[in-house]
């Protein structure tokens, strides 16, 4: 099994500046990696797939960059909706398929 | 625009089996795709259950995979979670999703549906 670790577990940023998550595989998944948004109460909203390609929708400060075993989600000007919790996948090697543990962005 | 509904009992007996559907609509399941079964204990992180192919093909997180049955109905658009001899722990917000391809996210998700494993 894959494991996705990501750091912070916490990140605390004001908003207009940049926030950057961190994932890392237990071992190489190339760039089959995904980024979701979770927000109270909602379901995940896919943001980033493999690992640099925005979803359909999702805006320009969002980019996502990354191969093998290392990760990073950046939100370059954080804006008020953008605090949440963010988690990311891999989807190369499965069963089972892997998610991180989350970073939770908060206002700082 | 695909939707997908998750549905079933909000509160399930220890050592009863779990039973969710998953209505999905603005896409026939029939016409492809992989569909999947995802939940989130409260207050915690993601953890993949299984998912199905349109023809049948089962895949299972092997942590559960005694206990998981996944089966798709495309008569009724639907996909289906079986899981037995439930405990405390199973308690936890429920989401089916869709994956494109095997290699590939889950790019539209339900909004969910909390179960509770309690007598």
């Known amino acids: 099994e894959i494991v996705m670790t990501q750091s912070p577990a916490t990140l605390s940023v004001s908003p207009g500046e940049r926030a950057t998550l961190s994932c890392r595989a237990s071992q190489s998944v190339s760039t089959n990696l995904a980024w979701y948004q979770q927000k109270p109460g909602q379901a995940p909203r896919l943001l980033i797939y493999g690992a640099s390609t925005r979803a359909t929708g999702i805006p320009a400060r969002f980019s996502g960059s990354g191969s093998g075993t290392e990760f990073t989600l950046t939100i370059s000007s954080l804006q008020s909706e953008d605090f949440a919790v963010y988690y990311c996948q891999q989807y190369n090697n499965w069963p089972p398929l892997t998610f991180g543990g989350g970073t939770k962005v908060e206002i700082k | 625009q695909v939707q997908l509904q998750e549905s079933g009992p909000g509160l399930v007996k220890p050592s009863e089996t779990l039973s969710l559907t998953c209505a999905v609509s603005?896409?026939?399941?029939?016409?492809?795709?992989?569909w999947g079964w995802i939940r989130q204990p409260p207050g915690k992180g993601l953890e993949w259950i299984g998912s199905i192919y349109h023809g049948g093909s089962t895949y299972y997180n092997p942590s559960l995979k005694s206990r998981v049955t996944i089966s798709v109905d495309t008569s009724k658009n639907q996909f289906s979670l079986k899981l037995s001899s439930v405990t405390a722990a199973d308690t936890a917000m429920y989401y089916c999703a869709r994956q494109v391809a095997l290699i590939a996210p889950f790019d539209y998700w339900g909004q969910g549906t909390l179960v509770t494993v309690s007598s």
């Open positions: 603005g896409y026939s399941i029939n016409s492809g795709y992989y």
